[in-house]
């Protein structure tokens, strides 16, 4: 991006691929805010989490460029494609990173598989304000308008307030007109998890294979209390939820402490 | 698994495939404690994280059985390797999951990018204690001699101590000879990043494609300071990190409490 002016630069992504509404939708937005430059794959890569790609040669296509917005095409993953921008598409870093609008939640331990905010992780871990959005509404048509609004939301909430190294967002948007959206709320992460179901089948040669099926158990009652984002959602508040790159359980590391170890030497 | 006799019963997966000998290394160690399944990828997943297989059907063979180990190929990822022997390859749930022994380190922020520890946190969301080991050494014919030792004390560690739901363990060993491993260290996941460098390159039809290499970076004084993995490896400890699936950064959660927004109703 030339330095044609002061306007911030803003870096977007997603995990649905070029064509999804949601990335064009969240594209918009950004434009609003500053200089955009935008990657993203010719295929959806959800459930890619924070794979990167060692083993085949990574491609980018400028497909876009007008006044505020480049667009690139990739063969890599989310996170790839943030590392390129960063390493060889943008002269300096941005001031904002945000990934998005995904088609689908992202909310409780999905986060783990997600795509969409590996990508706002891996800013995160390079010192750049991140945040990753998510619609609960898996349609490709799906009406992203009180999305957007939110969207500014946070991004001028951002702008602000700024977010400490190596934290970023996980925001998720309930699928429900903006007039029954009830609020934002800040939240931790419901203990959930994806209880897989695979279908099993027999191909045209009779090898059995399986296609991973699966839908989301939230272990916690009540979706976990009003504190955790499962609770919000169902709510039809919108929820945020800081997210940090260090995944250090400290509430255990004091008590490992104390744990025998033999054959070799311990040091606490 | 039949169930022959009271012996725990224990998952062991990696992510450099099959033949890797820190996966085979790791099977034996398993062995000593307990009835194995082991399930693994013809091809090295290095990199793939939490990835999962949606878009093509996975397919599973039984390639090894005698008695005490089934050891099972897949074509899907890590992740999608433990998900298929909870589900649809093992009557029960197993007592202990291990993944490793990793060819290469995954301590500090690499922990985001492995498919190692991927499948240990996989463990932890569905309630098994769950180890990740990786040994400081790429080489294929590395000697995983002091590494079976380390994991040998380790499981029994966990066998004796439990993981707290949600929590499991990565365990990272440096690559000297075992007399010169100093001891065990409960650490904090240092503050380092990959520092990419992208190699460029024109391909005969004059296309430019990109190799992602890359350095490790870590960004905290003398490694962070003893509480740190990274310090312990250089100094030829053994480091063992509490890792937690819920990834809230409940330090910044009051704090954005007071944040203000405009345009959406916010309730803290």
């Given at each position: 991006m030339g330095k044609m002016n002061d306007r911030p630069l803003i870096l977007v992504t997603n995990?649905?691929?070029?064509?999804a509404k949601g990335f064009s939708e969240l594209v918009h937005v950004a434009m609003e805010f500053g200089d955009v430059v935008a990657i993203s794959a010719q295929v959806p890569m959800s459930g890619m989490s924070h794979a990167i790609t060692i083993k085949v040669p990574l491609r980018v296509k400028l497909v876009e460029e007008r006044p505020g917005l480049k667009k690139y095409l990739t063969n890599g993953t989310p996170v790839d494609g943030v590392k390129l921008a960063f390493n060889?598409?943008?002269?300096q870093k941005p001031h904002l990173l945000i990934s998005g609008i995904n088609h689908g939640s992202n909310s409780s331990s999905s986060i783990l598989y997600s795509g969409t905010m590996a990508a706002a992780m891996e800013g995160a871990i390079n010192h750049i304000p991140s945040v990753g959005f998510s619609l609960?509404?898996?349609?490709?048509?799906?009406?992203?308008g009180p999305s957007c609004q939110v969207a500014r939301d946070v991004i001028r909430m951002v702008m602000e307030n700024g977010l400490p190294d190596g934290i970023c967002l996980n925001v998720n948007i309930p699928a429900v007109p903006s007039g029954e959206i009830r609020g934002i709320r800040m939240c931790s992460q419901a203990n959930g998890f994806w209880k897989e179901e695979f279908e099993k089948r027999t191909d045209p040669n009779g090898h059995e294979y399986y296609w991973l099926t699966g839908f989301f158990h939230n272990r916690e009652p009540d979706g976990g209390g009003k504190g955790t984002d499962e609770w919000a959602l169902k709510n039809h508040f919108v929820s945020v939820v800081p997210i940090q790159?260090?995944?250090?359980?400290y509430s255990l590391l004091e008590k490992m402490k104390t744990w025998e170890l033999t054959g070799i030497k311990h040091e606490g």
């Open positions: 995990d649905d691929g070029i064509e060889s598409l943008m002269e609960l509404d898996f349609d490709p048509e799906a009406d992203f790159t260090d995944m250090t359980a």
